[in-house]
């Protein structure tokens, strides 16, 4: 079993729809989960970043932990075409403290 | 302007040829790390180092060896061993104090 599973979509939606990502873990001991924004051959860019479990709002991007289901959420409001992107969700801490775990990315493409 | 520059953007390889791919920072940050993304695959750990003049192994560290002599630069090489080296090459670096990793702008590899 992968420590982090991501459906790798691809997702396509139209333009103010709500977009809802997700990922699985296997690892109980994490404790840090991010979510990170990825354009076409660039270099993932940090979105959002959580410790432990919760909500986070930052805009129209809210990032939800569920440590009892092991399960995170990104949601996006409002979604733009400048939103089209792979989204990559990372986990770490615990015994893994200096390494993250990848999710397989999600695709994401916003029509007008 | 602060961040990690990865250079070359695109390299070409030779079949026995070594190459090896830079990663400078100017974030002051202790750790570095390499990964390779691979089309749908998500991102695979190669090597990483938390301080100067050590590095671990990674998940598919198998045909490529690092040196770390210096914080700001942690080099690659590819390895004529790597016998699938064409992919895209992502360094990253972090602090100490979290685990938010910071990623540069990538080298896409290719093989002749």
């Known amino acids: 079993q992968k420590e982090v599973e991501q459906d790798p979509g691809p997702l396509s939606v139209p333009e103010g729809a709500i977009v809802s990502l997700n990922c699985t873990y296997s690892?109980?001991?994490?404790?840090?989960f991010m979510w990170y924004r990825q354009y076409s051959r660039k270099g993932p860019e940090l979105l959002m970043y959580?410790?432990?479990?919760g909500n986070k709002e930052d805009g129209r991007f809210t990032a939800q932990v569920d440590k009892s289901s092991k399960y995170i959420s990104l949601f996006i409001r409002d979604s733009q075409p400048s939103d089209s992107a792979t989204y990559l969700c990372?986990?770490?801490?615990?015994?893994?403290?200096?390494?993250?775990?990848f999710g397989r990315g999600t695709q994401l493409t916003v029509w007008p | 302007d602060g961040g990690i520059t990865q250079s070359p953007k695109y390299l070409f390889r030779k079949e026995g040829q070594n190459v090896t791919l830079s990663c400078e920072q100017n974030?002051?940050?202790?750790?570095m790390y390499w990964y390779r993304q691979d089309p749908g695959q998500g991102l695979r750990l190669i090597y990483y180092?938390?301080?100067?003049?050590?590095?671990q192994k990674g998940d598919i560290a198998e045909g490529y060896s690092v040196s770390r002599e210096k914080k700001e630069s942690f080099p690659l090489t590819v390895t004529s061993a790597q016998k699938n080296p064409t992919a895209f090459y992502l360094c990253?670096?972090?602090?100490?104090?979290?685990?938010?990793?910071?990623f540069g702008s990538g080298t896409q590899l290719s093989v002749l």
């Open positions: 959580t410790y432990s479990s």
């Open positions: 990372a986990l770490g801490g615990g015994s893994t403290l200096g390494r993250l775990y």
């Open positions: 690892n109980s001991a994490f404790q840090y």
């Open positions: 180092s938390q301080i100067v003049n050590d590095f």
């Open positions: 990253a670096s972090k602090t100490g104090d979290n685990e938010k990793l910071f």
């Open positions: 974030l002051n940050h202790d750790a």
